[in-house]
Structures are given as C-alpha cells and as structure tokens.
C-alpha cells in the first residue's frame, strides 16, 4: 500500500502541494507531473536508516506571474513523513524519470533548478565548442586562400600551365585580390563544417570511451570517431561547397552571388543537385576524417606518454591558470602545428582522388549526368592514373597550413573560450 499524505501550505500567487509514495512509483508519477504546463516536481527517497526504508515525498508546485499562467516555483523533497517543515535532502530519488542521479531543488527566490543549469552550462559550453572551430577555419582558410584558388584552377578548369605561370596569370588579369576569389563563400562553407566536425569529433570519441569503459580511447575507436565526424559533417554542409564549385566553374561568374547560383541550380536541375557528389564526399570524407583526427591523437598521446610529455603536464599543472593560453598547450606551439600538418597530408594523400572526382561530379548537368564510377572512369580514360592526382601538389601545399593553423586555431580558442 502507497503512503500518501497531502501537503499544501498557503500560497499568494499559486499552490503547492505533496505526497509520501512509495519508491516504485516514483518514475511514473514524477514523468506525468513534470509534463503539465507550469509545473515543477520533484520524487526523492531518503537514504534507508536503521534497516528501515521510510517513503519518498514528491513535491509539486504551480504559480501564477503576471497573469501570463502557470510558471515553475519552488520544489523541494522532505526528509520523512514527519519534517514537513524541515530543510531539503539532497537523496537518491528519481525526478520525473531522470534515474537515481539526485533532486532538482530551486531556491524560493527563482532561482534556476540544479537540472536547468546543467543543461544551460551544457548549451554554453556546445556553442563554444563549435565557435572554436568555426573560428580555426575562418583563420586558416583565409591564410591559404591563394593555394586554394590554385588547386581549383587545376581540377575545375582543368588548367594546363605550370604553377608559376597560372600564377603570374591570376596576377595579372585578376590583380592581388583574384588569389582570394570566393573565400567568403569558402568561409561560409568550411566554418560550419569545422564547427561540426571538430565538435562530432570529441563528442564520439567521448561516447566511444564511455560505452567501452577504457581509461583511454583506443587507436580504433579514434577511426571511428573520425569517420563518423567526417560523414555528419559532409551531410550538414555539402551543399554550399557545391554552390562554390559552381561560382568558379567557367561560367559561373554570369549566375552572381550564392543565392543566384543556389536559385539557378534548383530552379533547373532540382533541390538535390545541391547534394552532387554526395557519395564520393562521403567515401572521401570517411577516411579523410578518420586518418585526420586518428593521426593527430596517436601523435599527440605517443608526447604525452613520452618522459617530456609527462613534464610539461606537469609543469601545466603547477603553473594552472597563470599561464597564458599558448602555454596551456599540450603540446605546445611547434608540435600542435606540427602535427596538425601531418595529420593534414596524410588525409590528404590517401583521399585526394575522391575529392578529384566529386569536384568534377558537382560540375556535370543534367543532361550528362553519371554516377560516381563512371566519371572515375571517365577520367582514368582521358588522363590515366595520374589524372585523378591532378593538383595534388599545391592542395598538399595548401593543406600543410591549412590543417597545422587549423588545429592550432581551434585547441586555443577551446583554451580561451574555456571549453570543457
């Protein structure tokens, strides 16, 4: 038999009311009362003393503010049946489904629940998670934007000319600013996929430790990390790199901005030609991801297992908040762009096909539509092997700055910022 005791001091502005339950029906009645509008509640039971297992007591409070209807108000959890004008207990209890973590309490003077500010510090902290690598591709895309202008003269105009002469050209014909041709656009693309990525990156690998239960993630779990930040964040933003490849495509200049060219392609070929080469993206992005971020944290776990490693942990550590964020480096400042270099190339050289034939997918119409195999074949045709590696030297020279300023960027803004 359930105990049940009703409680229900005055209120001015609304009511407030509570019942002794037994444990087992905590989760059922906490989730129903939680679920009205307005309400806030609370199910705990004390600690068993003595042998003894007294009931729970669930709170429930409804005010009214300002005519605007009900609002939260305080919740609290009695200690037993009989100190009903007693303190609150922080106990073992379930709120409305949580699981046996602890009880939301709230403070009469409004203050927000236990529960309402983890999830606020929990948003925060996501949103400077992201901002960080936004912020690493801005810097970095900006710092190599003439590689990239390079690297897709070769693979989108197919352009014939020696490095120095394209460039001599470009100078010439477009002036400084031609180097950095569509780098809004860019930014626009590769600032949320980084934000993404990044982000997706540590949260998988977080997850993979958590369902493993290992102190450390394992070499493979960091594959998979990697590749399935790789794979969430091509899904999410492949649709403006189409849109950029479409502007410095011959002809593309005619269309005007983003919108003209993002309008022209739906209004002629449909919603999804916004999504070309999404295959190809992803089979490249899978392993480009994971041999990225996997290399990066092999390096970076070998240092820090090192003797020197351990020092500078150490030495971190007695210096705490007092020194700056490039000291607060784990690695420092010559190794986190080391290797973030390295990582970069090696994704780079054993994708870098992929990324050929899903830049020449993203330029065919409808009319001469193929898939992914054919226009790898279509390409190995005309150009052999070495065709599907054309412009694989200034992208390695792009990508060398790109990934070490790109890694670098995002650990200190997460050192700045104060990301958890």
Same mark, same amino acid.
């Given at each position: 038999?359930?105990?049940?005791?009703?409680?229900?001091?005055?209120?001015?502005?609304?009511?407030?009311?509570?019942?002794?339950?037994?444990?087992?029906?905590?989760?059922? $009645?906490?989730?129903?009362?939680?679920?009205?509008?307005?309400?806030?509640?609370?199910?705990?039971?004390?600690?068993?003393?003595?042998?003894?297992?007294?009931?729970? *007591?669930?709170?429930?409070?409804?005010?009214?503010?300002?005519?605007?209807?009900?609002?939260?108000?305080?919740?609290?959890?009695?200690t037993g049946g009989d100190d009903k004008g007693g303190g609150v207990e922080v106990a073992e209890g379930l709120v409305a489904g949580r699981g046996a973590e602890g009880v939301v309490l709230v403070e009469a003077d409004g203050k927000l629940t236990e529960e309402e500010a983890h999830s606020g510090a929990g948003a925060m902290n996501t949103t400077k998670h992201l901002w960080s690598g936004a912020v690493a591709a801005m810097v970095s895309r900006t710092v190599v934007a003439p590689l990239e202008r390079l690297k897709l003269e070769y693979?989108?105009?197919? !352009?014939?000319? &020696?490095? *120095?002469?394209?460039? @001599?050209?470009?100078?010439?014909?477009?002036?400084?600013?031609?180097?950095?041709?569509? &780098?809004?656009?860019?930014?626009?693309?590769? +600032?949320?996929?980084?934000?993404?990525?990044?982000?997706?990156?540590?949260?998988?690998?977080?997850?993979?430790?958590?369902?493993?239960?290992?102190?450390?993630?394992? &070499?493979?779990?960091?594959?998979?990390?990697? +590749?399935?930040?790789?794979?969430? #964040?091509?899904?999410?933003?492949?649709?403006?790199?189409?849109?950029?490849?479409?502007?410095?495509?011959?002809?593309?200049?005619?269309?005007?901005?983003?919108?003209?060219? +993002?309008? $022209?392609?739906?209004?002629? !070929?449909?919603?999804?030609?916004?999504?070309?080469?999404?295959?190809?993206?992803?089979?490249?992005?899978?392993?480009?991801? #994971?041999? *990225?971020?996997?290399?990066?944290?092999?390096?970076?776990?070998?240092?820090? $297992?090192?003797?020197?490693?351990?020092?500078?942990?150490?030495?971190?550590?007695?210096?705490?908040?007092? #020194?700056?964020?490039?000291?607060?480096?784990?690695?420092?400042?010559?190794?986190?762009?080391?290797?973030?270099?390295?990582?970069?190339?090696? #994704?780079?050289?054993?994708?870098?096909?992929?990324?050929?034939?899903?830049? @020449?997918? @993203?330029?065919?119409?409808?009319?001469?539509?193929?898939?992914?195999?054919?226009?790898?074949?279509?390409?190995?045709?005309?150009?052999?092997?070495?065709?599907?590696?054309?412009?694989?030297?200034?992208?390695?020279?792009?990508?060398?700055?790109?990934?070490?300023?790109?890694?670098?960027?995002?650990?200190?803004?997460?050192?700045?910022?104060?990301?958890?």
């Open positions: 038999m359930s105990w049940l005791e009703m409680w229900l001091p005055a209120a001015a502005e609304g009511a407030a009311a509570g019942l002794f339950l037994d444990a087992g029906d905590a989760a059922a $009645h906490g989730a129903l009362l939680a679920a009205m509008p307005g309400c806030s509640a609370s199910f705990g039971v004390p600690r068993r003393r003595r042998g003894r297992a007294p009931p729970g *007591f669930l709170s429930m409070t409804m005010s009214v503010k300002g005519g605007r209807g009900f609002a939260p108000a305080p919740v609290g959890l009695l693979i989108v105009r197919g !352009e014939q000319r &020696n490095l *120095f002469e394209l460039i @001599q050209a470009i100078a010439t014909t477009e002036g400084l600013k031609g180097f950095w041709k569509g &780098n809004l656009v860019n930014i626009l693309r590769t +600032a949320p996929f980084k934000a993404v990525n990044f982000y997706a990156y540590d949260s998988y690998r977080k997850q993979l430790l958590k369902w493993s239960g290992n102190e450390e993630t394992t &070499n493979l779990e960091r594959f998979i990390a990697g +590749a399935s930040a790789g794979v969430t #964040a091509t899904i999410m933003c492949i649709p403006m790199d189409t849109i950029r490849t479409k502007m410095v495509a011959p002809g593309g200049e005619a269309l005007g901005g983003v919108i003209g060219v +993002a309008r $022209h392609m739906i209004q002629t !070929e449909g919603l999804f030609s916004l999504y070309k080469g999404l295959v190809p993206s992803l089979i490249s992005m899978a392993p480009s991801g #994971a041999v *990225f971020y996997g290399v990066y944290d092999i390096l970076k776990m070998a240092y820090l $297992h090192s003797p020197e490693g351990k020092r500078r942990i150490s030495m971190m550590k007695q210096q705490g908040q007092e #020194a700056n964020a490039l000291d607060q480096l784990e690695l420092g400042t010559v190794r986190t762009l080391l290797y973030g270099a390295i990582a970069g190339c090696c #994704a780079e050289a054993a994708t870098y096909p992929f990324e050929v034939v899903r830049r @020449q997918l @993203q330029l065919q119409v409808k009319a001469t539509k193929m898939n992914a195999l054919a226009t790898c074949l279509k390409i190995v045709d005309k150009g052999g092997v070495p065709a599907l590696y054309v412009g694989l030297i200034p992208s390695l020279l792009q990508v060398l700055p790109s990934a070490s300023i790109s890694y670098f960027v995002y650990e200190l803004m997460k050192i700045v910022l104060k990301v958890e």
